[in-house]
């Protein structure tokens, strides 16, 4: 009877031990996510009018990735499919928006509700799919996502994912499309780019597109047939929801 009290009090033990160095390895992968200088603001200002932007191919990968093996939009009808929550939103002004590897944290208020359960004010967290981490300078803009500005609207279409230590709230969203999911709530539209600034192919020395130039810009496009699908998704998108 001894020896098993003493058995069950080392198994008991060794448990602990064993959750105890799986939280410390979690935690620290947390933390090895954060770069030295995590606020988007002050990359801005590292850089300042020398910061030139790329549009990046996202590495997809099916094993593991929220976004799937591809571009989950092949119609119109696929941005109200696919999304958890549909919202017209404006970033919070005064929340310091965060790098992670591969995307940046931003938070926006919620102007109009059209699709989920969130609410006229409320404020949630999204995961904008720009890298700042990788080259640096240039900011990769994966797929043509550019980040949202100070004092815009925008219309989003966002899938939910539980929230892991990023947030305040139960879940934290991000894009349904990495190129289609975006847009500015206006009448506008934007230009197709040259992929010689800022495409793939094009070497560094050409790359002479800023982001202090384009930054108004709610997507960046250098391939002809995306670009005649993203403006005729946006004249979908707001004869249906600019209302």
């Known amino acids: 009877m001894k020896k098993k009290k003493i058995l069950f009090i080392c198994i008991f033990f060794l448990c602990l031990l064993l959750a105890f160095v799986w939280a410390f390895s979690y935690g620290n992968q947390v933390k090895k996510s954060f770069k030295d200088n995590v606020e988007f603001d002050h990359y801005l200002n590292k850089y300042g009018k020398n910061l030139r932007v790329m549009n990046g191919a996202y590495p997809y990968d099916k094993e593991y990735d929220l976004y799937g093996a591809d571009e989950a939009i092949k119609k119109q009808e696929d941005l109200d499919k696919k999304s958890d929550v549909i919202v017209r939103v404006k970033l919070v002004s005064n929340f310091k928006r965060k790098i992670y590897e591969e995307c940046i944290l931003s938070k926006v208020k919620i102007i109009k509700n059209y699709k989920g359960d969130r609410k006229k004010g409320e404020e949630i967290s999204v995961f904008e799919p720009v890298n700042c981490t990788g080259m640096g300078n240039p900011m990769l803009c994966w797929e043509g996502y550019t980040p949202m500005q100070q004092g815009e609207e925008y219309l989003l279409f966002l899938k939910s994912i539980k929230d892991s230590h990023f947030g305040n709230g139960r879940y934290i969203y ?21 992929a010689k600034q800022i495409g793939e192919e094009s070497k560094v020395e050409d790359r002479k597109m800023k982001y202090v130039n384009i930054k108004d810009q709610e997507v960046l496009i250098c391939d002809k047939e995306i670009y005649k699908d993203y403006i005729n998704y946006k004249k979908y998108v707001i004869l249906k929801y600019k209302k």
């Open 174 to 194: 991000l894009p349904v499309s990495l190129t289609y999911a975006k847009y500015r709530a206006d009448y506008g539209f934007p230009k197709l780019c040259s």
